[in-house]
């Protein structure tokens, strides 16, 4: 078993930004050679997270929507009453929701289901380029 | 190390279905002869979900009631007004649960508490047959 | 790459005691010499849960704010009914955030954002000694 740590850089918009990393990190698993094994990813900041969901447009502000509910933006936070950053919904969605995920990977193929894409989630209050640590690991060819 | 990729196949019936896996998960341990690494669970789906609790009536009962009342199956969905699947409900739960799960093993165990199990939860809106991945890395005998 | 499966020990109050032990997650990358890999961290319990949080109190109380507004301490449970422990909430908490968590580390260090720390949430509704596996995979020096 070999370890290669890697990055995916991309633009995303926060309040909630949901954006499909699969082809990604696919093209990743392809360019390395990983053939069994799995894939570590991991926001290396607080105000974002990491699933999976069926990459649509209902299901995707179907998880806003949840979100907004169960953690609303516009209700006071003392991470705010103490920086003025205006982002405490941020770190605590991102909290629950948490940084990393780790998919595994056979026959050089990440075994999502068919309808299931990785999914990062910008929770910031603002735009801002975004990387997210992509680890390999396993038996690579 | 090394790396061993099984699946563990069950029916469940949806709608919040909570099944311990880990007398699966132990049998595959032995019979496989991991000694010191991981196992990772991960559900090739975007409507279930991993993790653990204590396996008895309450605690599981308990669990469900949390997640119908935050994340209620009779509210309005996009998804489902997209697709007409019925399972909006199901996706979300599913993304906020997650679809994965590792468990550390030493000394060939399981490194959980004496009164945690490992949880398998269905969120679809049907019965069928479920297939989990099981990820055995690191040293074996 | 190599295994290597330690622990970390600490009092703990519950009542959703939040506590940053990427200290001591640091001394153990350090003192066993990973260079490149990861850390899988895992309560062996089920009333406590990992996650990452920028550890500064307007944060850290935010958290502990949104857990008890979603997931009450004074609501029945059925768990308590049955078995009278008064800790129903600490075991629904602990499944919703999990009881594992995994950070990838390159160049020996921890990949975390610069306000982004490690911290154990203790649940359980009375003070402990907890213990926290710690497991060191990848290539060491």
Redesign the interface.
């Known amino acids: 078993?070999?370890?290669c740590?890697e990055a995916i850089s991309l633009e995303a918009t926060g309040f909630c930004d949901i954006r499909d990393i699969t082809p990604e990190v696919e093209r990743m698993l392809r360019e390395r050679g990983l053939i069994?094994?799995?894939v570590?990813l991991?926001?290396?900041?607080?105000t974002g997270a990491l699933?999976?969901?069926?990459f649509?447009?209902?299901?995707v502000?179907?998880?806003r929507?949840?979100i907004e509910r169960?953690?609303p933006q516009a209700i006071p936070?003392?991470?705010?009453?103490?920086?003025g950053d205006g982002n405490?919904f941020s770190?605590?969605r991102?909290?629950?929701?948490?940084?990393?995920?780790?998919?595994?990977v056979?026959e050089g193929n990440l075994?999502?289901?068919t309808?299931?894409q990785i999914v990062f989630c910008d929770f910031d209050n603002r735009s801002r380029r975004r990387k997210i640590?992509c680890?390999l690991?396993?038996?690579f060819d």
Do not use: C, K, N
Request: charged share 15%; no cysteine.
């Open positions: 078993m070999q370890v740590t069994e094994g799995s570590l991991f926001v290396g900041g607080s699933t999976t969901i069926e649509e447009p209902g299901a502000a179907d998880l929507a949840a169960l953690l936070y003392a991470h705010d009453a103490r920086w405490g770190h605590v991102a909290a629950l929701l948490q940084a990393d995920l780790e998919v595994p056979a075994l999502l289901g309808w299931q640590i680890q690991r396993g038996r």
